[in-house]
Structure formats: C-alpha cells, structure tokens
C-alpha cells in the first residue's frame, strides 16, 4: 500500500496517509482541521525512488543484459523493481506472472507502463 504526504496550507503540518491508490479525496489536516491539503507524494517520493530503483537496475550487470536481449523474465523483474513494493493492480501482476514464465505479452506492457508509471510523474491536480 503506497504511503502519500500531504502538506497542510494552513498550518504546513505534514501528514501521511495510507490509502487506496486511485482515491481522489484528500484527509484533513489532524492538527487545525483544515481541508486544504496538497499531495506531496508524487513531487518528491515517487521521483527520488525510481531513481533509486533505475540505479539499482543500471548496476546489475545480469538484469540489464537480459533487457537487451528483451527477456520477458528481466522486464518482469525490472517491473517488479520499478513498483517496488507497492501493490500493483492483479492484471499487471498476472502479466508479471506471464512474463516470469518466459512469456512476452506484446504490445500491452508498453500500455500498462504508461498508465501505472505515467500516471504517476506530474498529473495536475484539479481539486
Ligand atoms: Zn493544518
């Protein structure tokens, strides 16, 4: 379950929130109440980890050497790493699955990366 900040407007109190992953709505602040709160999440954490995660990738010789070779086994680990540790959806699982079997769904990796990565970088908040 990923774990998104917020920062309160009011008071700058900073408040952390276990939820659902596609929940829109915002808690309010513990400590004056107010509503006004801006997701954090995606500004820092999720930025610092993937380039954690791409450098963690990048040095190991095994795991990139497989993606050159386009081994689904090393793009499902690769996946694996990039999610790294937050629930995915069961459909990418169950292709995760796939592609640590040797299988190689094409086509619909590409997709799903762009909506479970893409989604993540930058999306404007409207509320
Ligand atoms: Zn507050």
Known sequence: MPVYEYICDSCHQIVSSYRQRFA????????????ELRRIFSVFSVQ?????????ILSDRQLTQGMMRNDPRALAE???????GEKSPPEYEELTERMEKGEWPSGQIEEKREELFGQERGKPESD
């Open 78 to 84: 690769w996946s694996r790493r990039m999610s790294s």
């Open 24 to 35: 829109v709505a915002a808690p309010s602040c513990p400590r004056c109440g107010s509503n």
């Open 48 to 56: 610092r980890t993937y380039t954690d995660v791409y450098e963690d």
